[in-house]
């Protein structure tokens, strides 16, 4: 029962920073879009401390989505592919940095496709890919890192056994 406790608990932490990280840009116009620098993505190696943010992060996306005005395919679309990405993350969490990789690669490849679809930004894939990526790098490869720095020496106190 403990456990459980902790894992819904970390989850709902998880989900709720996500959230106010992505209102939070948003108010910059940084949360959606061509141009993005969602800065909760960095939450997105959350995945590496503990199995409780892959549904963290999957709801605080849905959440943030629906909260920003996204449309039905975005909240949708966009949610399945941070709940992919955490999964790989988390698959991936014993390696040194390939762990960052999932979601860069399923944001900078899936997104576009939404926004072109949701949103109607015909004939532009490749230019989503560059920009949507170049956002996922700078919140995962940056402050992604800068959170797995600061959280490592408390890892064993956030892992679940």
Excluded at 66 to 90: E, H, K, N, P, R
Excluded at 94 to 99: A, D, G, M, R
Aim: glycine fraction near 6%; charge should be positive.
């Amino acid at each position: 029962m403990k456990k459980r406790t902790l894992f819904l608990t970390q989850g709902a932490m998880i989900a709720a920073l996500y959230v106010v990280l992505t209102v939070f840009i948003a108010a910059f116009n940084l949360a959606s879009g061509a141009i993005q620098v969602r800065i909760s993505e960095a939450l997105t190696i959350l995945p590496i401390f503990t199995p409780a943010a892959i549904p963290g992060l999957f709801i605080g996306c849905v959440i943030s989505n629906i909260v920003i005005g996204g449309a039905i395919w975005d909240i949708i679309f966009g949610s399945l592919t941070t709940l992919i990405a955490a999964y790989c993350t988390y698959l991936l969490r014993k390696t040194k940095v390939l762990y960052m990789v999932p979601p860069v690669l399923f944001n900078a490849i899936i997104i576009p496709f939404v926004l072109i679809f949701a949103y109607h930004m015909k004939d532009a894939y490749w230019f989503l890919f560059a920009t949507v990526g170049a956002g996922e790098l700078i919140s995962v490869f940056i402050f992604g890192f800068i959170l797995k720095k600061v959280l490592d020496p408390i890892k064993n106190k956030l892992m679940l056994a």
